[in-house]
């Protein structure tokens, strides 16, 4: 039988026929392997474990598809301590089982850092270089010296600390100002309206300090504005360096600032 009659046969159809189905077989069985091992079509919701500490998770039977893996830790004194602050991949995304879930906690110690040196440094500069630290401003105190507006102290708990010192991150550094020979006053700043960063800020920026700050809502950062302080802002209003500003805030939610401020007009009594 020559080659042409051999590709005619019945034999090589059959075994033609037989090489398909099996190739097609095991491209099946393949493929649903492949599917079982990598759970194709099949996924599960990430749970929000936020704020739980990682302990805390082999409680829960719903979590036993995950594997959780701590891989960091900030500091955060508004949170608590040793708890999860943040997740990958996020809440609520779709995943295979058995994924991993990479969690970020809470340090229970703050991180430390040197202290600067801020002596000689203008005020400015100073709050600028702290705020580069991770350290904040403490009160200010100004003293007579012909070195005006320059720091001449850097203290910590009111005790002078030196340049290099290790100090935990989010420390507050009080400052020791000079405000010259005379007997220089500033005008007061207005804040009303201003978040309560913004108006620290300004204060710091005006060389006063912070004096009390009432909330009469429910403490909100995000929606408080202040809505009165004293002393008041007005023409011809001026303080000494280094004096109290007393901050009253009110959720932007309850008050309207923009009518507030349109309608603002200076008080003298509100200094008293």
Known sequence: MDIKEFFKSRLFLKQLLFAVVLTITIIFLLIGSLNLYTHHGQSVTVPDVRGMKPEELSEHNDFSDFEFIVVDSVYDAKKEKGSIISQDPFPNAKVKRSRKVYLTVVSTTPERVKMPNLIDLTMRQAVSLL????????????????????????????????????????????????????????PVPFLLGKKQSEALKIIRASALNVGAEVFEDVKDTVHARVYKQRPAHGPNQYVKMGQTIDLWYRSDKKVNFDDLIRNYKFDSTANN
């Open 131 to 186: 705020e580069t630290y991770g350290l904040q401003v403490g009160s200010l105190e100004f003293v007579p010296d012909i070195a005006k507006n320059a720091v001449l102290k850097q203290k910590y708990k009111g005790v002078e600390i030196e340049a290099g010192k290790p100090i935990a991150k989010g420390s507050r550094i009080d400052l020791v100002v000079g405000q010259g020979m005379g007997s220089d006053k500033i």
